[in-house]
């Protein structure tokens, strides 16, 4: 059974950080790509940044220079520095992996982890 569990949400300031924690467990033959997304309510689910297994990384261009992805095997973490109000949302990572199991590169999602910038 493959899980994909985030933590480190939480309640900052305008202008503070967070750094938020993603792990990919269970029977995985290969990761291919992480990321992590968000939604506010009312919207649509966002890219905010990916990173390959060779750690190519990619940003929405809202937070290019503020957020940075980083990896350390099937574990990915997002830096978030100068958060503001409206980067309020869900956090939810996501793992495209090929699963013992199937052998077939799949697309997992964890439950999400609450972020709110207060102003």
């Known amino acids: 059974q493959v899980q994909v569990v985030e933590s480190g949400g939480g309640l900052v300031q305008t202008g503070g950080s967070l750094r938020l924690s993603c792990t990919a467990s269970?029977?995985?033959?290969?990761?291919?790509?992480m990321a992590w997304y968000r939604q506010a309510p009312g919207k649509q689910r966002e890219l905010v940044a990916s990173?390959?297994?060779?750690?190519e990384a990619n940003y929405a261009d809202s937070v290019k220079g503020r957020f940075v992805i980083s990896r350390d095997s099937a574990r990915t973490f997002l830096q978030m520095n100068s958060l503001k109000p409206e980067e309020t949302a869900g956090y939810y990572c996501n793992a495209v992996l090929l699963p013992v199991a199937t052998m077939r590169w799949s697309d997992y999602w964890g439950q999400g982890t609450q972020v709110t910038v207060s102003s």
């Open positions: 990173i390959t297994d060779d750690e």
């Open positions: 269970g029977n995985i033959f290969s990761i291919k790509t």
